[in-house]
């Protein structure tokens, strides 16, 4: 009996001193809770050690009564802490929780106004057994609710945890079971007590509540039971929008959210305990160098998917309290709109900066190439005002020529860049119409004649017969016009430029040749851009800005076809337009 009572003693100093403990983890849910359930249990363990060691009735009753300062709340606390450590903290509204004090509240007054009605205890006697005195009562109908009540809290609160442990995961797996064995051990103590099979008749309850207490409390050192709440950390991870995979040290999957079977669908129940750097084939491929810091990857494209979604890979590892690893968390954040925004934006800055070339173009060719035909013209006029009278008839026609030529260059240059302003600006309507393409390559060719004539070129028009494209008329006479234009200006005199169109199914195509000047490589692939162009001097020293061959090229693609050129140095060059037909089947 002495070693019994000593170690009730010691198992309420030490429900004390744990409740002081459990106060350390304030700031953590439950804590206060926790606390006020093991100051509860000193009371029991500490007025049954004495009640124990008591002679006359007086005095057990006496010790009983301090006992039930902390037996009545000891089921109700502890439905509440469970209620909070599962994540069921919204079931605890006040109605229930008034309902759950109130009735142990009324236990305690019944108890210790018994004397007056008996409604706890109809008897109590003190037996002597060896060298010991047992307390021998005779329940009242209040002593059986109160047991049937606190049964049925603690077996509601020990089911609550059995859930928790059942639906946690592996990660959490741990800090579960200790829960529910916290929740059973006590509950089995009562239970001895209650159907009379523990021994000598003692009550052990007090005994394996410290058991309990103890075991809870290294819990809360070794995993932070009070920080950690595997329910609730579930719950969260079930509502975020971010895929999330948990995996152990080496790498097998042992949790995984809703979202990231949306991610991939390799994600099924079957996949939980499979490593996920081995038995995902192509994925696997990816994510283990994400997860193993052997590539820079850390935006990857699922294998299958056919919304080509882009994902950011997170991972970090997972520390318990003692900062030893226990595995990785990988996140998955679909970035697939912020990649098209970045693309975006990568676009924009490209077209800015095309744009700001063109602009520093533009003015180039204001300040620069539109002056030089009008500073020649004026000192051509200069000279004829000055000389006119002292001129012959020879030097006076080669004067007039060389202004007519000058004013011309600049007419031309001023129309391309007005049109190129206006394209700009998209100023000029797109008219689209039926064309007939030997039509107007002869148009353009008959207007271009004079100037091939004035150089002894021998300018050639052919055309297979019904040729029809879709386009705007006034753009593609103007590319026509500025291709042979070009071409004749970079032929020698004698030379030949033909203009051919044929039919390549499904396209037409137009071709004008030159066996002129040809354009340098260096040339070639900057041809149509303006931040690059380039101006050379026709075979007669003509002058131009390169400006007509962008506008071709915007034009031609306004009208869904393409252009491009191939040359050689000093044996001419071709430029070869296709457009769609159309008599071809358009989607």
Known sequence: MFFFKTILLISSIALAFLAVYALRFRQSRGS???????FAGFFYSFGYAFELGAKTVEIKIFWLHIQYLGIPALPTLWLIFSLQMTGKK?????????LLIGISLSTIVVEHTNSYHHWFF???DSVATGNYYVTVIREGPWYWFHIIYSNIAIAVGSLLFLQMYLQSSMLYRKQALFMLTGSVVPWAGHLLYILKLSPDRLDTGPVFMTASGILFSWGMYRYRLLDIIPVAAEQVLESMQEGVVILDREYRIIHFN?????????FTEGALGRSIIQDFSELSKILNQVITGTGDITRITIP???????FHVRVSPVIDGSKKLQGWTLIFNDITELQKIEEALRESKKNLESLNAAKDKFFRIISHDLKNPFQHLQGLTDILMRELPNMKQDELTRLIGMIHASATLGNKLLENLLIWVNSQTNKIDFVPEKLNIPEMINFSAGFCRG???SKGIKLIAE????????GDRNMIDLVLRNLITNAIKFTHQGGMVSVTARMNHPNVIISVIDDGTGIAREYLDNLFKIEKMHSTSGTQNEKGTGLGLILCKEFVEKNHGTIKVTSEPRKGSEFVLSFPSFDAPRC
């Open 304 to 310: 299958g998917d056919p919304m080509k979604r882009t």
């Open 258 to 266: 809703p979202s990231v079977r949306k991610i991939s669908g390799q």
């Open 122 to 124: 109809e008897n109590i």
């Open 32 to 38: 206060f809770i926790f606390s006020a359930l093991l």
């Open 451 to 453: 100037l091939a004539e």
């Open 90 to 98: 919204n079931w605890l509204n006040p109605g229930l929780i008034i």
């Open 463 to 470: 055309s297979e017969a019904g040729l029809h494209i879709m």
